[in-house]
T-cell receptor, first 112, second 111 residues
């Protein structure tokens, strides 16, 4: 059974720091991996999708990498801002017509 | 842009009422999902559907049913609402191998 782990559960950093959020998964047989952002009381917003054949994806200040063989993905946030404060979740897709397996998320606080 | 809409942002119901939560997506996605999210428990899948009139149980289907009569619409039904079904309910849709998109969520309170 696929398990997705995100450690630590919470992180607090000063504004301007570059930071890395980690995601690990136990079964490397995945179609893709997706990173989401969730603001309090809101739905999940898709940030980046990495297909299993890709190594990384970039969107603005965000860069996500994928290493299937080691069961790891990282989300790199450059020059963090208070507006980046949110919970970040990763999820893996095991295949066709399948459900995603989610991590519990990392709650990020960026201090002004 | 993909849009997933949910019928209500906030809903208050009484114990024993039948509750309908509606979800509509506008991108012709085959797969649709209903989750609930509770503090400390993360996202839990209730039901999903990979085609019209098809449904699969998720991790916590007890006390819920679903209906998918049209491709764009996926309904979650609480046959007899109970207080332990007070939660945030999130709908999502996805085309195979593509990104999954979520609706804004419905905060349901059962009194």
């Amino acid at each position: 059974k696929q398990e997705v782990t995100q450690i630590p559960a919470a992180l607090s950093v000063p504004e301007g720091e570059n930071l890395v959020l980690n995601c690990s998964f136990t079964d490397s047989a995945i179609y893709n991996l997706q990173w989401f952002r969730q603001d309090p009381g809101k739905g999940l917003t898709s940030l980046l999708l990495i297909q299993s054949s890709q190594r990384e994806q970039t969107s603005g200040r965000l860069n996500a990498s994928l290493d299937k063989s080691s069961g790891r993905s990282t989300l790199y946030i450059a020059a963090s801002q208070p507006g980046d404060s949110a919970t970040y979740l990763c999820a893996v897709n095991p295949g066709a017509n399948s459900k995603l397996t989610f991590g519990k998320g990392i709650t990020l606080s960026v201090r002004p | 842009d993909v849009k997933v809409t949910q019928s209500s942002r906030y809903l208050v119901k009484r114990t024993g009422e039948k509750v309908f939560l509606e979800c509509v997506q506008d991108m012709d996605h085959e797969n649709m999902f209903w989750y609930r999210q509770d503090p400390g428990l993360g996202l839990r899948l209730i039901y999903f559907s990979y085609d019209v009139k098809m449904k699969e149980k998720g991790d916590i289907p007890e006390g819920y049913s679903v209906s998918r009569e049209k491709k764009e619409r996926f309904s979650l039904i609480l046959e007899s609402a109970s207080t332990n079904q007070t939660s945030m309910y999130l709908c999502a849709s996805r085309r195979d191998k593509s990104a999954q998109f979520f609706g804004p969520g419905t905060r349901l309170t059962v009194l």
